[in-house]
Antibody
Framework: QVQLVQSGAEVRKPGASVRVACQGS????????IHWVRQAPGHGLEWMAW????????RYAPKFQGRITVSRDTSISTAYMDVRKLKSDDTAMYYC??????????WGQGTTVIVSS | SSELTQPPSVSVAPGQTATITCSGD??????TYWFQQRPGQAPVLLIY???QRPSGIPERFSGSISGTTATLTISGVQAEDEADYYC???????????FGGGTKLTAL
C-alpha cells in the first residue's frame, strides 16, 4: 500500500541541527510532491516546504527560508528535512505528506523533535 | 495575503449539522482542502479542490466555496467527528501552502 514512514524521535540542544527522514513506498516516489508540515504542542498545522522528488525543485515558507533544507535520495525513495539553529519553539511533531492523488492525502506517522537544554 | 481564518471552535448537538468556515483573500483563485485531525493522529484529507470528497470519506462531509469563504459542512454530526479541522490553500502565486488556524469541533 502507499505509505510514508518517518524516522524516529529526536532530542537536540538549542543551536543544534536535526534531520528528519521520510521514506515512501507503494508508489513512484519521483512523481509526487512531498510536503513538510509541523505542529507545535497544542498548536495548529504549519506548512514548511515542498519538494518535487523527480526534479529536486523546492519551495520554502518565507518564515523558514535559510534555516531549513529539503532534499531527497531517489535511490531509496526518501525525502529529508534539515533544520538548523534549533530553538525551543522548534519543539514539535514534524510530518511529511505526499500529494499522491487528491492533495496531501498520504501522511507519515510524524516525527517528534524536542529542543531542550 | 495568504492567511486563512477559521473560528477556534464550533459546538453542535449530535445529529445536527456543523459548519466550519475558512476565509482568505486568495480562495477565489486557489483550491481549498479540508483535513480532520484526531488527538495523537496525523491529519486526514476530507475534501479536495473545494468540493470533492476522496474515496472512503463519508458523504456527510461536504465542501463549498463562495467568494473568499470556503465552508466545510458535516451533516448528522456523530460523536466520532469530534476533532480538529483545518483548511488549507495556497498563496495567490500557487507557490506556498498555508493552513488555517484550525477549528475544534465539539459534539455536545
Amino acid at each position: 500500500q502507499v505509505q510514508l514512514v518517518q524516522s524516529g524521535a529526536e532530542v537536540r540542544k538549542p543551536g543544534a541541527s536535526v534531520r528528519v527522514a521520510c521514506q515512501g513506498s507503494g508508489y513512484r516516489f519521483t512523481d509526487f510532491y512531498i510536503h513538510w508540515v509541523r505542529q507545535a504542542p497544542g498548536h495548529g498545522l504549519e506548512w514548511m516546504a515542498w519538494i518535487m522528488p523527480g526534479s529536486g525543485v523546492t519551495r520554502y515558507a518565507p518564515k523558514f527560508q535559510g534555516r531549513i533544507t529539503v532534499s531527497r535520495d531517489t535511490s531509496i525513495s526518501t525525502a529529508y528535512m534539515d533544520v538548523r539553529k534549533l530553538k525551543s519553539d522548534d519543539t514539535a511533531m514534524y510530518y511529511c505528506a505526499a500529494t499522491y492523488f487528491y492533495g496531501m492525502d498520504v501522511w507519515g506517522q510524524g516525527t517528534t523533535v524536542i529542543v531542550s537544554s | 495575503s495568504s492567511e486563512l481564518t477559521q473560528p477556534p471552535s464550533v459546538s453542535v448537538a449530535p445529529g445536527q449539522t456543523a459548519t466550519i468556515t475558512c476565509s482568505g483573500d486568495a480562495l477565489p483563485e486557489e483550491n481549498t482542502y479540508w483535513f480532520q485531525q484526531r488527538p495523537g493522529q496525523a491529519p486526514v484529507l476530507l475534501i479536495y479542490k473545494d468540493t470533492q470528497r476522496p474515496s472512503g470519506i463519508p458523504e456527510r462531509f461536504s465542501g463549498s466555496i463562495s467568494g473568499t469563504t470556503a465552508t466545510l459542512t458535516i451533516s448528522g454530526v456523530q460523536a466520532e467527528d469530534e476533532a480538529d479541522y483545518y483548511c488549507q490553500s495556497a498563496d495567490s502565486s500557487s507557490t506556498y501552502r498555508v493552513f488555517g488556524g484550525g477549528t475544534k469541533l465539539t459534539a455536545l
